[in-house]
């Protein structure tokens, strides 16, 4: 039963560094999601996907990237961290974009 | 104007009482509703979900949704410390987004 799996949980990275978070579900969703969350904010969404192949810009898409292959896998990649970058960062899913999302445990990372 | 507005708070209630959560959202054509409750350091987890005008109970948890006046609101009964957490408001419009709430926290005195 382990629903939406983020890896790492922690990473630090220097600036100008590139890495790819990682995010697995087995819920046989078609909706994925990343946001990220600065300390005493909301959720912004970075970038969602409506099925594989499928994916579209969110709120704060600028500094990252997206993939979908599969059902199962949603990695979003940082190219050239950047401090503002600093931040809590959730995958989640859904079965229908109207049902409730499931999250992972998430993943801090920092960039010095 | 935010297109989810909550209180950030902090809202302190002693334990046992009725601790009462609301949030406001801008777009009329909102269709789903939802609240979350986020433990400092943990990812948001579900808590209710409600579409319809109305109350929806679930234990000591009601959300009742006005769409008219464009709020919608957690009431939680008998508040335990346990329950000391952000509350995250979401609401979907019926597009691929759902909009998040800054969260309010809520502490639960002993």
């Known amino acids: 039963n382990a629903g939406v799996t983020q890896t790492p949980k922690f990473r630090i990275l220097k600036i100008g560094q590139s890495m790819t978070l990682q995010c697995t579900q087995d819920?046989?969703?078609?909706?994925m999601y990343w946001y990220r969350q600065d300390p005493g904010m909301g959720l912004k969404l970075i970038y969602y996907?409506?099925?594989?192949?499928?994916?579209d810009k969110g709120e704060v898409p600028n500094g990252y990237n997206v993939s979908r292959s599969t059902t199962e896998d949603f990695p979003l990649r940082l190219e050239l961290a950047a401090p503002s970058q600093t931040s809590v960062y959730f995958c989640?899913?859904?079965?229908?974009?109207?049902?409730?999302?499931?999250f992972g445990d998430g993943t801090r990372l920092s960039i010095l | 104007q935010k297109e989810v507005e909550q209180n950030s708070g902090p809202l302190s209630v002693p334990e046992g009482a009725i601790a009462s959560l609301n949030c406001t959202y801008s777009d009329r054509g909102s269709q789903s509703f939802f609240w979350y409750r986020q433990y400092s350091g943990k990812s948001p987890e579900l808590i209710m979900f409600?579409?319809?005008?109305g109350d929806k109970e679930d234990g000591r948890f009601t959300a009742q949704l006005n769409k008219a006046s464009q709020y919608v609101s957690l009431l939680i009964r008998d508040s335990q410390p346990s329950d000391s957490a952000t509350y995250l408001c979401a609401v979907n419009t019926g597009g691929f987004k759902t909009i998040f709430g800054a969260g309010t926290r809520l502490f639960v005195k002993a």
């Open positions: 996907s409506v099925g594989a192949g499928i994916t």
């Open positions: 819920m046989n969703h078609n909706y």
């Open positions: 989640a899913s859904s079965s229908d974009r109207t049902q409730p999302q499931h």
């Open positions: 409600i579409y319809s005008n």
